[in-house]
T-cell receptor
């Protein structure tokens, strides 16, 4: 298994601030995805970045990928209380997905 | 997008019993995945269920404990057998968005508590 690792494990910020989460993985990948999970709910796909891409934007989300360092970061700008959730990165190494340990984000109103 | 439903949404079971979780997708998909999320942990892939063939299990998971059925391209079941409190988890099925498996859609999950 090439389960990724994320840091920090927990992050608490004030509404309006930016939140950055990092993900590291172990082997070559086809793409990397970020998911959000609200408490007690299923996973929601946020954004996918392919191995030949370095940066991708979607609304307030910005994802970077450094395949040489086998790492990715998720930046949420101008955070809102509704962004409070756990965030997971998932790596696609060919037909299967491996999830990181997740970052628990709390946005304080 | 795919719409995925799971039954039951939650259950409380006694030690030693078995529970079958159903996953229904509104479109035909070749591959379906079953995940487990233990309390405070990330998702762990249990097995991949392909229609017409035996499920492929990940390390640490065996068919006797987690038998899977995949009778058609829109439906799958996962059975958690001879349960113990350690099996208390959220169980999720997921399907690829497209044949390229670029991304996955997840069901709402089944929250299982074993007493």
């Amino acid at each position: 298994s090439q389960q990724g690792e994320e840091d920090p494990q927990a992050l608490s910020i004030q509404e309006g601030e930016n939140a950055t989460m990092n993900c590291s993985y172990k082997t070559s990948i086809n793409n990397l995805q970020w998911y959000r999970q609200n408490s007690g709910r299923g996973l929601v796909h946020l954004i996918l970045i392919r191995s030949n891409e370095r940066e991708k934007h979607s609304g307030r989300l910005r994802v970077t990928l450094d395949t040489s360092k086998k790492s990715s970061s998720l930046l949420i700008t101008a955070s809102r209380a509704a962004d409070t959730a756990s965030y997971f990165c998932a790596t696609d190494a060919g037909n299967q997905f491996y999830f990181g340990t997740g970052t628990s984000l709390t946005v304080i109103p | 997008s795919a719409v995925i439903s799971q039954k039951p949404s939650r259950d409380i079971c006694q030690r030693g019993t078995s529970l079958t979780i159903q996953c229904q997708v509104d479109s035909q998909v070749t591959m379906m995945f079953w995940y487990r999320q233990q309390p405070g942990q990330s998702l762990t892939l249990i097995a991949t269920a392909n229609q017409g063939s035996e499920a492929t299990y990940e390390s640490g998971f065996v068919i006797d404990k987690f038998p899977i059925s995949r009778p058609n391209l829109t439906f799958s079941t996962l059975t958690v057998s001879n349960m113990s409190p350690e099996d208390s988890s959220i169980y999720l099925c997921s399907v690829p968005l497209r044949a390229s498996t670029d991304t996955q859609y997840f069901g709402p999950g089944t929250r299982l508590t074993v007493l």
